[in-house]
């Protein structure tokens, strides 16, 4: 079986696949990609089945070494891709010879970069899945210099090569679809108005659990106290007793004390979240 060393970790990477949906009641959350769009289509290139596993970067890439011939694609966060120190081409199969190195470099724009190997990186599953799970602490743990991942058998569908033209870049303003929330009714109107108008701020606390936000005005409680846990969805917008909208991203917990005002549906407006930086201007507007 093939496999990638890790030469070099970066400051986060993690493998991931579509995750475990089905859990919630177990408190297991779906946890997976941030950015879908972008780890599917770095399977698409590859013929890999859109749950094959791959590794989320952040910020500044990741390096790997091929112990046997494998082809690999490289999506997301737009960055230079090297392989043995020679430049090769972002959003594209790239092959890769026995001992031949991956630099994967900083993210030029947005945060999260994906990393295919045709055939998948075949990592134990856990409840169905090879997702780490930064907050359950399932799955494999965050890679370390070292580690050497296997790579799954490829499937029968071709390498292509054309699926990225037209690929959304990160967002330089982050417009968020709000629908209504199970506890909207907890805040004043006019300051759910104000929600809707005012513009946020990503704030540098932001992880793969929750989106926060900072710069915009504070929701205001008509209701007091907190709530009995209750079960979140993905994109659910929860508000903490600073007052300000935290958007829950795939790792989020399954319960929480503070009220949801609004839920943001999953898709391309969370895959773009996936990507915003800190200060990225945040705005959320009127979905269904």
Same mark, same amino acid.
Request: charged content about 15%.
């Given at each position: 079986m093939s496999g990638l060393l890790v030469v070099r970790a970066g400051a986060l990477t993690t493998v991931q696949d579509l995750g475990r949906p089905g859990y919630a009641h177990l408190?297991?959350?779906?946890?997976?990609?941030?950015?879908?769009?972008?780890?599917?289509? $770095?399977?698409?290139?590859?013929?890999? $089945?859109?749950? $094959?596993?791959?590794? &989320?970067?952040?910020? @500044?890439?990741?390096?790997?070494?091929?112990? !046997?011939p494998v082809t690999v694609a490289v999506t997301g966060a737009p960055c230079a891709v090297r392989v043995s120190g020679r430049p090769v081409a972002w959003g594209a199969p790239v092959a890769l010879r026995a001992g031949a190195e991956l630099e994967v470099g900083a993210a030029e724009? !947005?945060?999260?970069?994906?990393? $295919?190997?045709?055939?998948? #990186?075949?990592?134990?599953?856990?409840?169905?899945?090879?997702?780490? @799970?930064?907050?359950?602490?399932?799955?494999?743990?965050?890679?370390?210099?070292?580690?050497?991942?296997?790579v799954g058998p490829p499937g029968r569908d071709p390498v292509r090569g054309? @699926?990225?033209?037209?690929?959304? !870049?990160?967002?330089? &303003?982050?417009?968020?679809?709000?629908?209504?929330?199970?506890?909207?009714?907890? #805040? &004043?109107? &006019?300051?759910?108005a104000r929600l809707l108008r005012a513009p946020y701020r990503v704030s540098a606390m932001s992880n793969r659990i929750g989106l926060r936000t900072e710069g915009g005005p504070a929701l205001v409680r008509r209701r007091v106290g907190e709530l009995p846990s209750e079960g979140m969805v993905l994109g659910a917008v929860q508000v903490p007793p600073d007052g300000l909208p935290v958007v829950f991203l795939a790792d989020h917990p399954v319960t929480g004390g503070y009220p949801v005002v609004g839920v943001v549906p999953a898709g391309p407006a969370l895959d773009a979240a996936a990507q915003a930086r800190p200060g990225v201007t945040v705005r959320f507007v009127r979905g269904l």
């Amino acid at each position: 079986m093939s496999g990638l060393l890790v030469v070099r970790a970066g400051a986060l990477t993690t493998v991931q696949d579509l995750g475990r949906p089905g859990y919630a009641h177990l408190g297991v959350p779906r946890s997976g990609a941030l950015d879908v769009g972008a780890h599917t289509l $770095a399977n698409r290139l590859l013929g890999n $089945a859109p749950g $094959a596993a791959t590794l &989320e970067t952040t910020l @500044d890439g990741v390096a790997l070494r091929a112990s !046997g011939p494998v082809t690999v694609a490289v999506t997301g966060a737009p960055c230079a891709v090297r392989v043995s120190g020679r430049p090769v081409a972002w959003g594209a199969p790239v092959a890769l010879r026995a001992g031949a190195e991956l630099e994967v470099g900083a993210a030029e724009s !947005g945060l999260r970069g994906y990393v $295919a190997v045709r055939g998948g #990186f075949a990592v134990p599953p856990v409840l169905g899945s090879r997702a780490t @799970d930064l907050l359950s602490g399932l799955g494999p743990p965050v890679l370390s210099a070292g580690v050497l991942l296997p790579v799954g058998p490829p499937g029968r569908d071709p390498v292509r090569g054309v @699926d990225a033209l037209g690929v959304p !870049g990160p967002p330089t &303003e982050l417009v968020l679809p709000l629908g209504p929330g199970p506890r909207a009714d907890w #805040f &004043e109107a &006019e300051s759910v108005a104000r929600l809707l108008r005012a513009p946020y701020r990503v704030s540098a606390m932001s992880n793969r659990i929750g989106l926060r936000t900072e710069g915009g005005p504070a929701l205001v409680r008509r209701r007091v106290g907190e709530l009995p846990s209750e079960g979140m969805v993905l994109g659910a917008v929860q508000v903490p007793p600073d007052g300000l909208p935290v958007v829950f991203l795939a790792d989020h917990p399954v319960t929480g004390g503070y009220p949801v005002v609004g839920v943001v549906p999953a898709g391309p407006a969370l895959d773009a979240a996936a990507q915003a930086r800190p200060g990225v201007t945040v705005r959320f507007v009127r979905g269904l």
